[in-house]
Structure formats: structure tokens, C-alpha cells
């Protein structure tokens, strides 16, 4: 009969994948010449690689803190632990808990602790698993987020804290901008009101050797179910995929998507009324783009890798008008791979966005620039 020190490690090692990859959104997927490297340089344990038109996971080495979620422009890197609408629904809960104007995310280390009642915060593996899209959502509806750590210094996670320390900075950043008088702050305790009755301590800790062994119960099924579809696919399908088809390429278009953080958080500007003045900001969140009319040449690259649509190129009535580029900043993220597609250097994408940019919705008209040339299915990078 295995002990539970065994139980524990087969837990451990049949663990669900905590990160989703989702390949057509990774500009490096999408073209290799794509210089951005945002999640293997914040995940801190060499877990993700980026080349050769992949991007890959190892699961041995993830320790699914969320950061590379966290600092990924055109979110291929979707959290599962909790995935988004998961945390949302939990910091709201607790919120209703505490009848507090104020929303509060611990990580993983504290909440063991039990030192304050799990009913009065949303948890997290580690506090850079939170993206400026959820705070800013709480901000605008008039709530304080306050992120509690587990005392970072002796943490396996401590090297993530960068990451945690520039999210805060560019979610209060923004709440100043558009004078939201919201704040986001950090501490390394609870507030007194959270804390735990010696009772509640009990009754949880009962709760959670039985939620233990559920758990597990799943986490099996999951592992099962994981090694069926490997089997499936190993014997109905053992061609690997060309690059075209986990792209979903198609005549030339590669596809666009919505996103869905940068969408809530300009929502969340949006509820919080007009920016205090029209100078512009520094964000990793949104990019502007400016071209060099000498050195286009109008192929199109830049629009044709675009994971957005932010930048669209629109012909001419004939194929001797000159062509326009039209750019939308509000879908612009940042990902700079107009920037590294572009063989003429021509487009450049800057950190430096108006307000007035960012939430008018409508395309910029860039310039008018050469004659159009054919611009049809190009073989991918
Ligand atoms: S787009 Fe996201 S997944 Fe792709 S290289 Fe950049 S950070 Fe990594
Ligand atoms: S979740 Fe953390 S450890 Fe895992 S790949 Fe992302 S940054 Fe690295
Ligand atoms: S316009 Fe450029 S920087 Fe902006 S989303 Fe498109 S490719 Fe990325």
C-alpha cells in the first residue's frame, strides 16, 4: 500500500498543465523573424523556449506561477490556475464576504498559512499571475486592490517579483492617468479584519485533508484522459502539423484575434471617464505605430503578420493609386512584430500612447504611400 508521502508525489507528477499555449497568438509562432522573447526572459526556472517558430512548454520545470501570462503581449499564454474568469468570480465573492471596498489577492504561500479566512480573498500561485486587466477592472467600479505575498525572500517564486512590481506600477500608472482615486498596494499581511477564528483553523483543516484526496481522485482521470488522447493521436495521426495548419493559414491570411485582457481594461478606462490630460504614457499594454515613407515599399508584411488587425492595408481604387495604411491603437499590443516582419525597417512601433489614441476606436490613417504592388499569398517566414 503506497503511503502518502507516494500519493503525494504521483499527485505532484500527473499535475494538470497550468499554462495553455495558444500557438497562432505567439508572434514567434507566427514569424520567426519576431524578436520578442517577453516570457522566457520573465519565467525565472528556463521553463519556456521560443524558437524555430515554437514555442514550448516544459512541464517538469514550470512551477505555474503565471508570470510569463502575465508579460505575454498577445495572450498565446493563457493561465489555468486559475484561468481568468475563475479569479474574477473569486475576488467578487470575496469582496461580498468582506462588504469592504476593497478586493483582496493573496498568493499561495500566505493562504496556506490560514491565517486569514479563505472566504475574504482570491488566491493565487504567485501575486505575478495578476494582470493589470483585473485590477483596473476593480479600480473602475471605485475598489482598492491590495496584494498580500507570502514574504517573498525565502519564496521558491521571489525572482518573479519584478514582474509583480512593474504590473502594479503600470495598473496605478493608469488609474492616475484617467484620475481614478483607486490604489493598488502590496503588503505582506492581511488586514486584521481577514483574520481566521482558532475554530474556523480547525474545521478548514479537516476540509482540506478530504479535498486532498478528491483532488488526486481527478487529477488521475485528467492524467488518464491526457494519455488516451496522446494515444489517439500517436496512432490516427503521426504526421507533425506544417506550420500553415497550426496557424490556420488560408490564402495568404493569417488569423487575427480580439483580445480579451486588453479588451476588459479598456473597458475599465472607459467607466473611469476621461484621461487627465491628452500627454502620452508610457505602456507595455498598447503600441503606436509610425512609418517611414521613403523606405516602404508596400508589401503589406506588416498587416499580413499583425495578430490584431491593429494595422490594415487598403489598395488603391487601381494599381497605380497610391495605397493607405490604416491603424487602430486600441488593438495595438505592443508586440512589435510589425516592427520585425518589416525586411525595409519602414514601421516602427513606440511605448508612447496618447489617451485620445487609445480610445477613439477609429483607424488612423497613417500616409499615403507607394503604388500598390501585389500584395497575395507569401510563403511564411
Ligand atoms: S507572443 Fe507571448 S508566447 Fe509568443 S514569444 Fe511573445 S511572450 Fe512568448
Ligand atoms: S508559469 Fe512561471 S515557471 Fe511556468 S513557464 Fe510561466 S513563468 Fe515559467
Ligand atoms: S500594429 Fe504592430 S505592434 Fe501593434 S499589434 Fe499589430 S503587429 Fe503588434
Given at each position: 500500500m503506497p503511503s502518502v508521502e507516494d500519493v503525494m508525489e504521483i499527485a505532484e507528477s500527473i499535475r494538470d498543465r497550468p499554462i495553455a499555449i495558444v500557438d497562432e497568438r505567439c508572434v514567434a509562432v507566427r514569424n520567426r523573424n519576431s524578436t520578442c522573447k517577453c516570457c522566457s526572459e520573465a519565467c525565472i526556472k528556463d521553463a519556456i523556449s521560443v524558437s524555430n517558430n515554437t514555442v514550448k512548454l516544459d512541464l517538469n520545470a514550470c512551477m505555474a506561477c503565471g508570470a510569463c501570462t502575465a508579460v505575454c503581449p498577445t495572450e498565446a499564454l493563457v493561465s489555468l490556475e486559475p484561468p481568468d474568469e475563475a479569479l474574477a468570480q473569486q475576488a467578487v465573492?470575496?469582496?461580498e464576504q468582506t462588504g469592504e471596498n476593497q478586493v483582496i489577492i493573496a498568493c499561495a504561500r500566505i493562504a496556506s498559512k490560514l491565517t486569514a479566512d479563505p472566504r475574504k480573498f482570491a488566491e493565487?500561485?504567485?501575486?505575478?499571475?495578476v494582470d493589470e486587466s483585473l485590477m483596473l477592472s476593480f479600480a473602475s467600479h471605485g475598489f482598492d486592490v491590495l496584494l498580500v505575498d507570502g514574504n517573498c525572500k525565502t519564496?521558491?517564486?521571489?525572482?518573479?517579483?519584478?514582474?509583480?512590481?512593474?504590473v502594479i506600477d503600470q495598473t496605478n500608472d493608469l488609474i492616475e492617468k484617467w484620475g481614478g482615486t483607486a490604489q493598488i498596494t502590496r503588503s505582506s499581511e492581511f488586514p486584521a479584519d481577514c483574520a481566521m477564528r482558532p475554530e474556523d483553523v480547525r474545521n478548514l483543516r479537516a476540509r482540506e485533508r478530504r479535498g486532498f484526496f478528491g483532488s488526486t481522485a481527478d487529477k488521475a482521470k485528467a492524467a488518464a484522459y491526457t494519455a488516451a488522447m496522446k494515444e489517439l493521436h500517436l496512432k490516427g495521426d503521426d504526421k507533425p502539423k506544417s506550420l500553415r495548419e497550426r496557424l490556420q493559414a488560408a490564402h495568404g491570411h493569417l488569423p487575427q484575434f480580439s483580445m480579451v485582457r486588453h479588451d476588459n481594461a479598456l473597458n475599465a478606462l472607459d467607466r473611469m471617464g476621461q484621461a487627465v490630460d491628452d500627454e502620452p504614457f508610457n505602456t507595455t499594454m498598447w503600441g503606436h505605430v509610425t512609418f517611414d515613407k521613403e523606405k516602404c515599399n508596400g508589401c503589406g508584411m506588416c498587416a499580413m503578420f499583425c495578430p490584431t488587425g491593429a494595422l490594415k492595408k487598403i489598395d488603391g481604387k487601381s494599381a497605380h493609386d497610391p495605397y493607405t495604411m490604416e491603424f487602430t491603437c486600441s488593438a495595438c499590443t505592443d508586440c512589435g512584430l510589425c516592427e520585425d516582419a518589416c525586411f525595409k525597417k519602414a514601421i516602427h512601433v513606440s511605448e508612447m500612447v496618447k489617451p485620445s489614441q487609445l480610445m477613439s476606436f477609429e483607424p488612423e490613417t497613417l500616409q499615403a504611400i507607394a503604388p500598390s504592388q501585389t500584395f497575395g499569398a507569401r510563403p511564411l517566414s
Open positions: 465573492n470575496s469582496v493565487v500561485p504567485c501575486l505575478c499571475r519564496c521558491k517564486y521571489r525572482d518573479t517579483n519584478d514582474v509583480t512590481d512593474f
